[in-house]
């Protein structure tokens, strides 16, 4: 579904990302972990087309998209969430949602303010899909509320909402679990489970190594931009260089996650 190969991306004189070569197959789950400051956002920057990469190149479907603009590889397929949530918190649920698809329809904006029946129809499919995708991720009867005034864990639903409207073939999530507590990261990795299930790949940062280690299928490692690990999770983290790369020293959660396994 997605390859890159030899991705670089320099900041002055910081290489944030140097050389990442990742293979993302169809329907799988692929877990992105690292140290702070490791390089995966930028990755996850480089793929969705907010920087171009200063060298590499990445196919997506099987065609290149390391040059095209964010709103192309979007409507390619590919679509994302922040770390920090990024919603109209005034704004309702599903407005918020329905800013997913904007971009998808055809009428165009004379179409809208003319209020051609063309521009009608669209408006209630649009409306009809965003009900559709609220219901998806569990927050049927919440449309109407302001975004702002929800739980952490359920904006956190509304973002992967809007991402998820335009049924993309590829979904990355960037810390979907940041900030919750036990339940709600119980019921993220269901939720993220289930999207799966109805065939979206997807690739998630995650710091939580519990979770990745029992939601992915396979996990990758970056450390200083440089990609050190790659395959099946439980192996993966137990290899001696993830371990201390990626926590400093030898973690006991680690340990016993590895030893576990
Ligand atoms: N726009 C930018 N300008 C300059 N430096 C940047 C920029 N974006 C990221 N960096 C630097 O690139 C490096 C990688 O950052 P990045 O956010 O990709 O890491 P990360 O692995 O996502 O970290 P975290 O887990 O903390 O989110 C860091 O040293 C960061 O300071």
């Keep these: 579904m997605l390859k890159a190969d030899g991705v670089t991306k320099r900041f002055g004189g910081l290489?944030?990302?140097?050389?990442?070569?990742?293979?993302?197959?169809?329907?799988?789950?692929l877990g992105l972990i690292g140290p702070n400051g490791a390089g995966k956002t930028t990755f996850f920057n480089i793929l969705t087309?907010?920087?171009?990469?200063d060298g590499g190149t990445i196919s997506f479907d099987g065609r290149p998209i390391h040059a095209l603009p964010s709103f192309?590889?979007?409507?390619?397929?590919?679509?994302?969430?922040?770390?920090?949530?990024?919603?109209?918190?005034?704004?309702?649920?599903?407005?918020?949602?329905?800013v997913g698809l904007f971009g998808k329809t055809g009428s165009g904006l004379w179409a809208a303010i003319l209020g051609l029946r063309s521009?009608?129809?669209?408006?209630?499919?649009?409306?009809?899909?965003?009900?559709?995708?609220?219901?998806?991720?569990?927050?049927?009867?919440?449309?109407?509320?302001?975004?702002?005034?929800?739980?952490?864990?359920?904006?956190?639903?509304?973002?992967?909402?809007?991402?998820?409207?335009?049924?993309?073939?590829?979904?990355?999530?960037?810390?979907?679990?940041?900030?919750?507590?036990?339940?709600?990261?119980q019921e993220m990795t269901d939720l993220i489970r289930a999207i799966r299930g109805k065939g979206t790949t997807i690739v998630l940062i995650e710091h939580n190594v519990a979770m990745v280690t029992g939601l992915c299928d396979r996990v990758a490692v970056l450390v200083h931009g440089e990609k050190i690990a790659d395959g099946e999770p439980e192996s993966v983290i137990a290899k001696p260089e993830v371990v201390e790369a990626y926590l400093g020293k030898p973690d006991e959660e680690v340990i016993a996650v590895a030893a576990h396994s």
């Excluded at 290489?15 to 789950?29: C, F, P, Q, S």
């Design 72 to 98: 192309r590889i979007a409507r390619a397929g590919m679509m994302r969430t922040f770390q920090n949530i990024r919603l109209l918190k005034e704004e309702s649920v599903l407005d918020n949602v329905k």
């Design 119 to 185: 521009a009608k129809r669209e408006e209630e499919e649009v409306t009809a899909r965003s009900l559709a995708t609220i219901e998806r991720v569990g927050l049927k009867g919440r449309e109407r509320e302001a975004a702002g005034s929800l739980s952490y864990g359920d904006q956190r639903r509304v973002e992967i909402a809007r991402a998820l409207a335009s049924d993309p073939k590829l979904l990355l999530l960037d810390e979907p679990t940041a900030g919750m507590n036990a339940a709600e990261v």
């Design 15 to 29: 290489t944030a990302v140097n050389g990442v070569g990742l293979e993302v197959r169809k329907g799988e789950i």
């Design 49 to 53: 087309g907010i920087y171009k990469p």
